[in-house]
């Protein structure tokens, strides 16, 4: 309905009043629009808002990720992404709530924007062909080969595409993931999974084939994300062997500079609670639990009983309702009634 975001926004949107679907119910991450600043220029010239425009050019990364995260709460009461972007990018950066100067022909504008992200996936799916075609296996074999040596101490399992590495409170993990070949990263830390099935579930037994206590991943590494900036695509649509030898390269770079020092520094419980807790989007809790539960766990490993308080306060405040509420409500009694019972304390 004509104005039903402004009765939204105005009265404190709750991110689960229109999402009805499960997958949104268990989410517990900030959810987003993933909207580049290239992209919401476009949106914004569309709907006649020239000025914000090119403001939007200069826009920090803190403001980006608002834009991004209030573009979503529009879009799901039913907005169409440009007009979400729009009206998020007037509520962020002139702290007012109003439709954009003009509509778009929306039909035309879609169309324009499937044509152009279908020449933008072309573009990149053709810098990584040439050469003697691959097949999947020989892509993922060459990568396989190429990470190996920048990988010391893991050990390669090709049936899985995965790299494992223990350490003295856990097991570290390189994913590759075919098709578009990707990767995923993260690290199970003993100690805090056992703090976890202390505290929430007795019968709890990680898989030993994922990360389970933080991982993350480089889809939404690029340029000009609002989740994690890198100079480049971490997306690699290999097809030929210039193409295998280029991406070989280009992950080479990734792993030395990303991967290797984010696995390094989550071996530490501290470090893990840091980032699920105050920079979410860099790191999750893997399977179905939340993350908060994470945090609790490692809240109770290190001893400290004043941030179990803190922390759901502060979920409290991130979730802004049920049902990720509830389940917050009911983990905080379980830690709480099961604190001086557990098994693990770094303490």
Not at 55 to 61: D, E, G, V, Y
Not at 311 to 340: C, F, I, V
Request: aromatic residues 10%; proline residues 6%; contains cysteine.
């Amino acid at each position: 309905m004509p104005g039903q975001e402004d009765s939204i926004r105005s009265e404190g949107f709750n991110l689960f009043c229109c999402t009805p679907t499960n997958r949104q119910r268990t989410l517990a991450v900030p959810l987003t629009l993933d909207i580049s600043k290239s992209q919401l220029v476009r949106y914004l010239l569309d709907h006649g808002e020239v000025t914000l425009s090119a403001r939007a050019f200069a826009l920090s990364k803190a403001d980006h990720e608002r834009i991004c995260e209030a573009a979503f709460q529009y879009y799901l009461c039913g907005l169409p992404d440009a007009k979400a972007g729009c009206r998020a990018a007037i509520e962020i950066m002139e702290g007012t709530s109003r439709n954009p100067r003009k509509g778009a022909p929306w039909a035309v504008a879609q169309e324009n924007e499937r044509i152009r992200m279908e020449a933008e996936m072309r573009a990149h799916a053709a810098r990584y062909a040439g050469g003697r075609p691959l097949s999947k296996r020989e892509v993922m074999d060459g990568m396989g080969e190429a990470l190996k040596p920048l990988l010391p101490g893991f050990r390669y399992y090709r049936s899985r595409f995965q790299f494992r590495r223990p350490h003295a409170n856990g097991t570290s993990y390189v994913d590759m993931k075919p098709g578009a070949v990707r990767l995923e990263f993260g690290v199970q830390q003993r100690q805090v999974e056992q703090a976890r099935a202390d505290l929430f579930d007795a019968t709890w037994q990680p898989s030993k084939f994922s990360p389970e206590t933080i991982f993350t991943g480089s889809t939404s590494m690029r340029p000009d994300s609002p989740s994690w900036s890198y100079r480049g695509e971490v997306l690699w649509p290999i097809s030929g062997s210039y193409g295998l030898e280029r991406a070989s390269t280009e992950a080479a770079s990734f792993v030395n500079e990303i991967v290797v020092p984010y696995l390094q520094v989550h071996e530490e419980p501290a470090a893990i609670r840091e980032t699920i807790l105050h920079d979410p989007r860099r790191g999750h809790t893997s399977g179905f639990w939340s993350d908060h539960t994470t945090v609790f766990a490692i809240d109770n490993l290190l001893g400290q009983r004043g941030w179990l308080d803190e922390d759901l306060e502060h979920y409290r405040h991130y979730y802004k309702g049920p049902p990720a509420s509830k389940e917050l409500e009911r983990h905080y009694k379980m830690a709480k009634k099961n604190w001086g019972t557990t098994s693990s304390s770094m303490t």
